[in-house]
Antibody
Framework: QVQLQESGPGLVKPSETLSLTCTVS????????CSWIRQPAGKGLEWIGR???????TYNPSLKSRLTMSVDTSKNQFSLNLSSVTAADTAVYYC???????????????WGQGTMVTVSS | DIQMTQSPSSLSASVGDRVTITCRAS??????LNWYQQKPGKAPTILIY???SLQSGVPSRFSGSGSGTDFTLTISSLQPEDFATYYC??????????FGQGTKVEIK
């Protein structure tokens, strides 16, 4: 079955760039639509942005100035880069597949297990 | 941005109880509303999409209703494995998608 797996450094220094990869297994990501979501410890979910394999992206306005998402279809991977990080960016980061149920209905139907990222010197 | 507000933030209930969680949108979102369950240390899983459609494999004790700005998630008979945090999420906006702040269901 389709699985998503996040990977990347668990520790990033303040002012540096957080880089994460979401590897999809079990299917080609061609035509996929993927989102990144994060969750600070003990808090709720925050939608970061979404990306199609066509390269089209939509970012959360609160993060837009620091955010870049990309896709590598040859590696079946989506990537996230968040620049100029601070302690406020410390969180578990999830990637999730956006499934189109038809009629414009979309939801996150498959999630990665999440990866913890701590911003600290 | 469309704001999503859940109530209550937490509740205590017993096995077998009927539980209702409410989600309100700051503007009409038709039925573009999804519900997720998250257990401690785990990723969320989808329960309901399009306000009332049950995701395949999800027990029928879960149901959703509503349209416009007011939505409800109901667990008809709470089971031990249902103690978790529940989130609503809107996918109406062509720009930003947002989650509610979550409702934690605890054992009474």
């Amino acid at each position: 079955q389709v699985q998503l797996q996040e990977s990347g450094p668990g520790l990033v220094k303040p002012s540096e760039t957080l880089s994460l990869t979401c590897t999809v297994s079990g299917a080609s990501i061609s035509g996929y639509h993927c989102s990144w979501i994060r969750q600070p410890a003990g808090k709720g979910l925050e939608w970061i942005g979404r990306m199609y394999t066509t390269g089209s992206t939509t970012y959360n306005p609160s993060l837009k100035s620091r955010l870049t998402m990309s896709v590598d279809t040859s590696k079946n991977q989506f990537s996230l880069n968040l620049s100029s990080v601070t302690a406020a960016d410390t969180a578990v980061y999830y990637c999730a597949r956006v499934h189109n149920y038809g009629g414009g209905v979309r939801a996150f139907d498959i999630w990665g297990q999440g990866t913890m990222v701590t911003v600290s010197s | 941005d469309i704001q999503m507000t859940q109530s209550p933030s937490s509740l205590s209930a017993s096995v077998g109880d009927r539980v209702t969680i409410t989600c309100r949108a700051s503007q009409s979102i038709s039925t573009y509303l999804n519900w997720y369950q998250q257990k401690p240390g785990k990723a969320p899983t989808i329960l309901i999409y399009a306000a009332s459609s049950l995701q395949s494999g999800v027990p029928s004790r879960f149901s959703g209703s509503g349209s416009g700005t007011d939505f409800t998630l109901t667990i008809s008979s709470l089971q031990p494995e249902d103690f978790a945090t529940y989130y609503c999420q809107q996918s109406y906006s062509t720009l930003t998608w947002t989650f509610g702040q979550g409702t934690k269901v605890e054992i009474k």
